[in-house]
């Protein structure tokens, strides 16, 4: 089974350089494990974060395939939102980040995360 | 002047290899401009783009982060790139190969082009008050 607590130090790794929190949750908003500067911050950004998700999978048809992944650019910061097997990978950064380090962590994470994710998926 | 802002918008798509569309609509959906690349029709609604983005929009702003300026959605097939110009809403769709970078440039170009839009719909209504 998963150790929530190995989860919580792999996504520790992606919050830094500007990275202020990284979240796993499932789709429908709840947290399975975060590393952020506070568990109030975590939940707003995961839910929002899954509601958003939900928004633009409502555009998923055949010929345009599934959602792979979503980036948001605010004016004080920006998001990262993907799909790790049935789970959603958020990270949240600074302002001054770019975007393509964000979906490089956004990649590797998910990449690490994949295989041991699938396998507790089916539970 | 809107059909020069539709001849510049078709310029626009020869400009970023793989874009197919790129449509200005209001955060009701409603299309004011639309330029689409030859023989190319995307599967997506062009009202329903609109309101998807002003709703994860309004979402995104109550992030903590200020106001949202703009998402990338990206898709098997396809990808989504849309901008917060004031009242107006700027979709790219493109293939999910093409440059998101060169579309986000070209984005905040065009900011100044929505931005005479959305000024003109303003005096409009204005006056029509």
């Known amino acids: ?123 | 002047m809107a059909e020069e802002l539709v001849v510049h918008f078709e310029k626009l798509l020869t400009r970023v290899d793989g874009l197919l569309s790129a449509v200005v609509t209001d955060r009701d959906g409603v299309v004011l401009l639309r330029a689409n690349a030859p023989n190319c029709s995307p599967p997506f609604t062009e009202s329903a783009l609109g309101c998807t983005f002003a709703l994860a929009s309004d979402q995104a702003s109550k992030l903590g982060l200020k106001k949202n300026k703009s998402i990338v959605s990206i898709y098997g097939s396809y990808q989504l790139v849309q901008f917060n110009h004031s009242s107006l809403i700027t979709t790219f769709v493109a293939n999910s190969n093409a440059n998101t970078g060169l579309l986000l440039e070209l984005g905040s170009e065009l900011e100044s082009v929505t931005q005479v839009i959305a000024t003109a719909l303003h005096e409009r209504h204005s006056g029509a008050l």
Request: with cysteine; hydrophobic share 45%; charged share 20%.
């Open chain 1, 1 to 123: 089974m998963l150790k929530p607590k190995l989860i919580s130090q792999v996504l520790q790794q992606a919050t830094t350089g500007g990275v202020k929190a990284t979240i796993l949750l499932n789709p429908e908003g709840s947290l399975l494990a975060f590393a952020a500067q506070s568990d109030r911050d975590a939940r707003i950004y995961g839910a929002i974060a899954s509601n958003i998700w939900t928004i633009y999978s409502k555009h998923c048809k055949p010929e345009v395939g599934p959602l792979s992944f979503l980036m948001l650019e605010c004016e004080e910061g920006k998001v990262a939102i993907s799909i790790v097997s049935t789970m959603i990978l958020c990270l949240v950064a600074r302002d001054d980040v770019e975007l393509g380090i964000l979906k490089a962590k956004s990649e590797a994470l998910t990449r690490h995360l994949e295989e041991p994710l699938s396998r507790v998926a089916g539970y």
